[in-house]
């Protein structure tokens, strides 16, 4: 685990937006898998440990791992873990789905 993250923190609006943004992830991807934002907060630059992540819901929960208010978003396809999880997954599949986005694309 890396401390490079500390010169970037996804939560920061415009944080994609910054003209080192590739080049800062690029590093990140060298540095390492895993990156401490802070006590509770990493960053996981590569698409391989991300995606393991994501399927490794029992370590890697959902449902306590987000920084959405609560009183907002109480259960949503991002702030839960499966079971639940699928079935929103399996709703919103109906409608977004390849075909449907290619049509709203024009």
Do not use: C
Request: net charge negative; hydrophobic share 35%.
């Amino acid at each position: 685990m890396s401390d490079t993250a500390t010169v970037f923190d996804p939560r920061v609006p415009g944080a994609f937006l910054a003209p080192d943004y590739f080049a800062t992830m690029a590093e990140l991807r060298r540095a390492g898998p895993l990156h401490r934002i802070d006590d509770d907060v990493y960053l996981v630059p590569r698409y391989a440990d991300v995606r393991a992540a994501a399927r490794d819901w029992q370590r890697f929960s959902s449902a306590e791992g987000h920084d959405l208010p609560k009183q907002v978003y109480r259960e949503t396809a991002i702030t839960t873990d499966p079971p639940l999880h699928d079935e929103y997954r399996r709703l919103m599949q109906e409608v977004l789905n390849q075909t449907t986005i290619n049509e709203l694309q024009p």
